[in-house]
């Protein structure tokens, strides 16, 4: 890629980041849910057609807990929408849940007839789809009238999703891209596991990206120079990271919630604050899933029991990894997946496995699983990986997202979580996933656990499903 976002538009502030940080799932909803909850896909069992929970607390709510306005503006027309689950806590939500423009689009009318118009004379993204610059807009109005209380603030942009179709001038920014790839595009052809197009069109399709990435890029610096004159801004963290990568054939498949190769579940992930070091990189293996302790972390400091999984102990003096921080777990419904500092090893629910050395191949071109010199390595991984799964703690509300690791003795679905004492650790001494989750009281209140009416319709037409 030729572009990848930045935080260089942040005046006078220090930036911190990991230089391996991992999405716990390759598509919005499962990853999203984690970073708001701590917990695995398979703890808080969101996916295609199940909203998350609203058992596991989220940072939304403890932040509201403690005094905090929450504020969310979510530009995803599909998972974005409040039904799944994600405006647990807010105060604020904006979505597209309410406009006339959203509701048009689930309509047979509107994606029949005002959608082709829309792409052939106007623009070929969606015509209920905000950019970076309608979602600024929403946040700036909220800041002008918000109280005087802390605040929490989420955002969630879409400019960086397929079509790919950047704004002027920025859809020139890295070079034009053809007509041809943005039709097909937004025709969403370039979905799953698709033909392999010819060279100069795939080019063409990372340059739309490329060029998506850099308008929000530049979006991202316009809001973060507003908000820098903000009397709060000197006692303001940021955190700029993603719910997913992007794939673009280079294992055969396109967009994203299809497979766990790094492609598509290495993401960045930027800090800036006050008392964060400046310029520096975390050398270990990172989460986005810690988000959730980090954050009640650095917001709510003595006050918070998470401490011990929060990322700001990596820039803390005298800090030494634990073996937790050489695990790091990404899941979907029909694949399982462990990165380790060396390997990237991912189990199928088919029963194929595949290994790489991602450490010398970070491209993931060479498959190890046949090498009879790296079954033990395999054999390994493997019993890491199903230790890890039978001690992360219960409930488990997505079990299904295990159907991936089924060997014969090791039936993770018909075992189910551990049950009785809570207890955070395993015996190796790491805390186990979804400790910093059962720190906090669930919600026992009974809520539904089914998507709005009006988004089940947009489930029926996802081409991903």
Request: proline content about 9%; aromatic content about 12%; charged content about 20%.
């Amino acid at each position: 890629m030729q572009s990848q976002p930045r935080a260089e538009h942040c005046p006078h502030r220090p930036r911190y980041g990991p230089s391996r940080p991992f999405a716990p799932s390759s598509w919005t909803l499962p990853s999203l849910a984690s970073i708001f909850t701590g917990l695995l896909p398979h703890q808080h069992g969101a996916n295609w057609s199940v909203p998350l929970d609203s058992e596991p607390r989220t940072l939304a709510e403890i932040m509201a807990f403690h005094g905090y306005e929450t504020a969310a503006f979510n530009a995803n027309p599909a998972y974005g929408l409040r039904g799944w689950g994600i405006a647990q806590g807010f105060e604020v939500y904006g979505d597209e849940s309410s406009s006339l423009r959203h509701n048009l689009a689930a309509a047979l009318a509107g994606r029949t007839l005002l959608q082709p118009l829309y792409e052939s004379t106007v623009h070929y993204n969606s015509f209920d789809r905000r950019d970076a610059r309608e979602v600024n807009r929403d946040v700036l109005r909220w800041v002008q009238t918000r109280s005087s209380r802390p605040f929490f603030l989420f955002l969630n942009y879409f400019d960086a999703h397929y079509p790919y179709a950047a704004a002027p001038p920025f859809d020139q920014h890295f070079g034009k891209v053809s007509d041809v790839v943005l039709h097909r595009a937004a025709s969403f052809e370039y979905r799953g596991h698709v033909p392999k197009p010819p060279a100069q069109e795939r080019a063409s399709l990372v340059t739309a990206y490329d060029n998506s990435l850099a308008f929000l890029d530049d979006q991202v610096g316009r809001l973060l120079q507003v908000l820098s004159q903000s009397p709060d801004w000197s006692n303001t963290f940021v955190i700029i990271t993603s719910d997913h990568g992007e794939a673009f054939g280079e294992h055969g498949s396109y967009g994203h919630g299809v497979d766990l190769f790094h492609e598509v579940t290495r993401v960045p992930l930027i800090f800036f604050g006050p008392g964060i070091p400046a310029g520096r990189r975390i050398a270990a293996l990172s989460r986005t899933r810690s988000l959730f302790a980090t954050v009640l972390d650095l917001a709510l400091e003595r006050y918070t029991p998470v401490g011990r999984a929060s990322l700001r102990r990596y820039w803390t003096p005298l800090f030494k990894p634990e073996g937790v921080d050489d695990l790091v777990l990404s899941e979907l419904m029909t694949v399982v997946s462990v990165t380790t500092p060396e390997w990237h090893y991912l189990d199928y629910a088919t029963g194929r496995t595949e290994l790489f050395r991602w450490q010398t191949d970070p491209e993931e071109k060479v498959d190890l699983a046949e090498n009879p010199q790296y079954q033990a390595t395999q054999r390994e991984l493997h019993g890491l990986l199903v230790e890890r799964l039978k001690n992360s703690l219960g409930p488990w509300h997505g079990s299904d997202y295990l159907l991936a690791v089924t060997r014969p003795g090791e039936d993770l679905i018909g075992r189910g979580p551990p049950t009785g004492k809570r207890d955070l650790f395993s015996r190796n001494g790491d805390r186990r996933v979804g400790a910093s989750q059962a720190a906090f009281p669930p919600d026992k209140s009974p809520r539904p656990r089914r998507p709005l009416p009006s988004d089940q319709e947009l489930i029926n037409s996802l081409p991903y499903q």
